[in-house]
């Protein structure tokens, strides 16, 4: 007999979020069969943004989501940047790394220790890590008693990275140094040393406690590296440019379809975004971006979510670290809950260990900015990668102010519901096949949830997605 | 507990003292210590981008407690914070029901639009509750409610522009005032003293927008400026000069930056180059530009906010 499950709130994430799973018996064991993944907020962001003055958008997008804040602001400058026309100083796009590096690791120590490790070891016995679902514990007292001052030490190199990226940025979360033209702040030899000391310290907690934890609670669930596989496409934009002309990236745009090793380009105009199952005007749903305006629509037959259904070509794909990895050619270990974590850290290791690299290449004193005017109409695109995957804001200016601003993010792909085909979003089908021991304590769909870092602050107010300077918003 | 309670106050002390407080509220904090009834706190986040969390996240001190893991672990009683509560669905929903005599932290704006359902953190037995509903009953429950961060105080970045989805500030929402430690995001050590002070029970002193006077009540940013009156900066990629030109907002703002500075004091909004965003302001974020709305829109011809 099956039964539906439904987890309001899902914690440890940002934003909100609701999952409702249905439980069966295959083989005689209870598993998910079938997923569905709730988006339960709406901001309406981009249309917010329509009438004001462009160059501010990287202020005004870093309030998206205050976790992973930079990325949007890289996004929003290059957006301008491009529309304008502009190349900015090697100094600029090397800060805008460093500090771009800086916000990865802090994500991405944050989703581990605080967002997910809490699905295999009990925390602190007191609020507000009780309640919890004591089921599925694996560890012994001792080793639960370190990984929970992990948790806290995390705390500290969490707090720690945020400082690092403070050192150049001003501040951590939402920097006021990301503009379009470049940076706004002139990089001094005291920076540099300040910056050199955090990475030290960072570095050696991600290569001495972070990687070999993630490593640890993968020895004690090996069940895991089976589990949340879902369909396999991975989606790349590229980030963290190499040069100004943004030719070399350190993460390599691509694809890949599933059961295929072959790494294939990104085409933009193969994007497009669905919402059958969203809670928005089915007029608006197409393949084909439109003039017209997407309209919020409550109540409406067949929707679940405010996350609308962007797809590749049609097909829904994942996004995040273990596809920039894997299409990077720097991890090649499979597709699962446990590949998801391990990529994540092998990730935050790369970074960490290339920060110093790039610090070395920063001119102190040396120029941060190029002037430049705003045009009166123009159109275009800023993409980059976010810690949880592939970014983009497309931008349309007219008569110098944003007539139309769109915001593309990754819980967007990885977060979204069924499409107009009633395909599944990549975490619903991930959920599919998942055993569920106790359906009042499903920690083992938490541990596929918690697996992609969903970050809903910044999928809810997300729009179709168009070709550059085909723009439509709500 | 207790005892860590009791560790967490006397750091805050030390972080008033910091801020200018006596040594009467230090006597009434040691005070409070002894108090075993004292309140719980309840973390909501509604319409916003959790970046208030994050700047909690980044608190330090240089006494006990030292940092946030610290003032989670030894210190308040964190019924619920959706971010970093370990439970999940009924069980957490069932806490947050049953919450009495708690402090109400609301991060985030209130959501008023389509009955309510473009935010909905949680349902109850089956029945999808608001974000509007949610701080309504609970602010009215509370014995205090504290609006961290410019959303939840004012509005902010999420009710801007057209505001679709009628975005209102947790006053405005509930028709109860509340304490409003606005920024975007604040500083973790004003979150944390705010805090510190309403689990004592203290009634704090507060300006006319709801905000602690201790922090939000000194001298205009521009007046404690290190760069005011050392050359003008006309373009960005110019350090250590005065960024009124730029559309700086430090004339209009009292904000404690330019002394308590950010992230472990590494650096500040000015000192990296940057005119003040007057992130702290209920104007914030102005209505069509950021950067160009002292004396109203369009500013007084000033700080056209770009070359």
Not at chain 1, 243 to 250: E, F, V
Not at chain 1, 280 to 285: A, E, I, T
Request: charged share 20%; with cysteine.
């Amino acid at each position: 007999m099956p039964t539906v499950v439904t987890i309001d709130p899902v914690t440890r994430l940002e934003g909100h979020l609701r999952v409702d799973v249905t439980v069966d018996l295959v083989d005689g064991k209870p598993q998910v069969v079938e997923a569905r993944v709730s988006g339960t907020s709406f901001r309406g962001f981009e249309t917010m943004l329509v009438g004001r003055d462009p160059s501010e958008a990287p202020h005004l997008t870093q309030r998206i989501c205050g976790v992973c804040s930079v990325p949007h602001g890289v996004a929003a400058a290059m957006a301008l940047e491009n529309a304008a026309q502009v190349s900015i100083p090697e100094n600029a796009r090397i800060l805008r790394n460093l500090v771009m590096g800086a916000n990865f690791i802090q994500s991405h120590i944050l989703h581990f220790y605080h967002l997910s490790l809490l699905d295999y070891v009990g925390g602190p016995g007191m609020p507000p890590w009780e309640p919890q679902w004591n089921v599925d514990r694996r560890f012994g007292s001792e080793a639960s008693a370190r990984l929970v001052e992990h948790y806290k030490a995390a705390l500290k190199a969490v707090r720690q990275a945020n400082e690092m990226a403070a050192v150049f940025a001003g501040r951590q979360p939402h920097s006021p140094a990301f503009i379009p033209g470049g940076f706004t702040n002139v990089p001094t030899a005291d920076q540099i040393a300040e910056f050199r000391k955090y990475c030290g310290i960072i570095t050696d907690f991600v290569r001495s406690v972070y990687v070999p934890d993630v490593d640890l609670v993968a020895s004690q669930y090996p069940d895991y590296d089976e589990l949340g596989r879902g369909y396999g496409n991975l989606l790349v934009f590229g980030g963290f440019a190499l040069d100004t002309a943004g030719k070399g990236l350190l993460f390599a745009a691509g694809r890949v379809g599933a059961g295929t090793d072959e790494i294939q380009p990104v085409n933009l105009e193969a994007l497009a975004e669905q919402v059958a199952c969203s809670w928005y005007d089915n007029g608006s749903s197409a393949c084909h971006p439109s003039a017209g305006a997407t309209q919020a629509v409550y109540p409406k037959d067949g929707a679940y979510s405010w996350i609308k259904a962007p797809r590749y070509e049609g097909q829904p794909c994942e996004t995040g670290p273990l596809a920039r990895m894997t299409i990077g050619g720097h991890y090649r270990q499979g597709i699962s809950v446990h590949d998801r974590h391990r990529a994540r850290a092998a990730e935050t290791l790369k970074l960490a260990e290339i920060l110093p690299m790039w610090l070395a290449q920063v001119e102190p004193d040396g120029a941060v900015y190029t002037p430049y005017t705003v045009p009166t109409d123009a159109e275009a695109a800023g993409l980059t990668e976010a810690p949880r995957g592939a970014l983009g804001h497309w931008l349309r200016i007219r008569q110098g102010k944003i007539a139309h601003y769109q915001v593309v993010t990754p819980t967007c792909w990885n977060g979204s519901p069924r499409d107009d085909q009633q395909k599944p979003g990549p975490m619903e089908k991930a959920l599919v096949g998942t055993p569920v021991a106790d359906a009042r304590q499903p920690v083992e769909v938490l541990r596929v949830i918690h697996s992609f870092d969903p970050c809903l602050a910044c999928a809810v107010h997300v729009c179709r997605p168009a070709r550059p300077g085909r723009v439509v918003i709500f | 507990m207790q005892i860590s309670r009791r560790a967490f106050l006397k750091c805050c002390a030390l972080a008033s003292a910091s801020l200018g407080l006596g040594p009467k509220e230090l006597v009434d904090l040691e005070s409070a210590l002894a108090d075993p009834q004292a309140p719980s706190v309840l973390w909501l986040q509604g319409s916003g981008c959790s970046g208030c969390t994050i700047s909690f996240l980044n608190y330090i001190s240089p006494s006990e407690p030292v940092d946030a893991a610290d003032v989670l672990i030894r210190s308040a009683n964190l019924i619920y914070h959706p971010t970093l509560s370990a439970g999940a669905g009924e069980s957490v929903v069932a806490d947050i029901k049953k919450a009495e005599n708690f402090i109400l932290c609301v991060e985030g704006g209130v959501p008023t639009a389509l009955a309510g359902h473009a935010c909905v953190p949680w349902s109850e037995g089956g029945r999808e509750v608001s974000f509007q509903e949610a701080v309504q009953v609970l602010s009215a429950k509370a014995k205090q409610v504290l609006c961290v961060g410019t959303c939840a105080a004012f509005g902010g970045i999420s009710a801007m522009g057209a505001n679709p989805m009628g975005v209102k500030s947790v006053p405005e929402a509930t028709g109860r005032n509340a304490v409003n430690v606005s920024g975007c995001p604040p500083h973790p050590n004003w979150i944390v003293e705010t805090l510190a002070q309403l689990l004592q029970g203290k009634t704090l002193s507060l300006d006319g927008r709801g905000r602690p006077v201790s922090i939000y009540g000194g001298r205009r940013t521009c007046d404690q400026c290190p760069f005011h009156g050392r050359g003008e900066a006309r373009t960005y990629g110019v350090s250590g000069q005065c960024m009124e030109a730029l559309g700086c907002q430090g004339e209009v703002v009292s904000s404690p930056c330019p002394t308590t500075q950010w992230n472990n004091r590494v650096s500040w909004c000015m000192a990296a180059g940057s005119p003040c965003l007057g992130c702290i302001d209920p104007t914030f974020p102005g209505a069509t530009s950021l950067l160009r709305r002292r004396g109203g829109p369009g500013g007084r011809g000033r700080g056209r906010g770009r070359d």
